[in-house]
T-cell receptor
Framework: AQKITQTQPGMFVQEKEAVTLDCTYD???????LFWYKQPSSGEMIFLIY??????QNATEGRYSLNFQKARKSANLVISASQLGDSAMYFC???????????????FGQGTILTVHP | DVKVTQSSRYLVKRTGEKVFLECVQD?????MFWYRQDPGLGLRLIYF???????EKGDIPEGYSVSREKKERFSLILESASTNQTSMYLC???????????????FGAGSRLTVL
């Protein structure tokens, strides 16, 4: 069975600094996808970034980048130039692409609360 | 621009009551999901459905059932609510079968259920 681990319950960062949120995963399937979602205090889940297991390059989306280290089974999220609005809960998640298709279900980590200080 | 709508944002129920949580999506997605979110545990999958009248158990189905009579609607049912079902419940949907790109789950705003 697949597993996602986020070992940082909470992180603090100064505005305009960069921050890395850790995520490790465990699966024996060769084809999978890794996701990061942001959940502000309002509760909605906002998709941030995606990395496929066969992607050669690390994914980037604006200020978000995913540091994908396949051999270490890690998929850390890097937020550059933090803003006050980045304060939220962040979830790492994995989808197994079994049998050439996907029902899309995600397995989530425990989450990391990020607080950005002015 | 709301795409996944959960019928109730906050509910308070008594132990033993039957509880219905409704979710509707307007994106013509095949897949629909129910997760519960608890502090320190993240999101855990309760049930999902990949077609009308089809359902699959997730990781924590005990104490829950689901219904999908129409493509756009996926209901979560607590037959006899208990205090350990107090939680935030999140509905999500996605297209079926697409491995290209992210095939992102789109979530509703959540339903916070308190069972007294």
């Amino acid at each position: 069975a697949q597993k996602i681990t986020q070992t940082q319950p909470g992180m603090f960062v100064q505005e305009k600094e960069a921050v890395t949120l850790d995520c490790t995963y465990d699966t024996s399937d060769p084809s999978y996808g890794l996701f990061w979602y942001k959940q502000p205090s309002s509760g909605e889940m906002i998709f941030l970034i995606y990395q496929g297991s066969y992607d050669q390059q690390n994914a980037t989306e604006g200020r978000y980048s995913l540091n994908f280290q396949k051999a270490r089974k890690s998929a850390n999220l890097v937020i550059s130039a933090s803003q006050l609005g980045d304060s939220a809960m962040y979830f790492c998640a994995m989808r197994i692409n079994a049998g050439g298709t996907s029902y899309g279900k995600l397995t989530f980590g425990q989450g990391t609360i990020l607080t950005v200080h002015p | 621009d709301v795409k996944v709508t959960q019928s109730s944002r906050y509910l308070v129920k008594r132990t033993g009551e039957k509880v219905f949580l409704e979710c509707v999506q307007d994106m013509d997605h095949e897949n629909m999901f129910w997760y519960r979110q608890d502090p320190g545990l993240g999101l855990r999958l309760i049930y999902f459905s990949y077609d009308v009248k089809m359902k699959e158990k997730g990781d924590i189905p005990e104490g829950y059932s689901v219904s999908r009579e129409k493509k756009e609607r996926f209901s979560l049912i607590l037959e006899s609510a208990s205090t350990n079902q107090t939680s935030m419940y999140l509905c999500a949907s996605s297209f079926w079968g697409s491995l290209s790109g992210a095939n992102v789950l789109t979530f509703g705003a959540g339903s916070r259920l308190t069972v007294l």
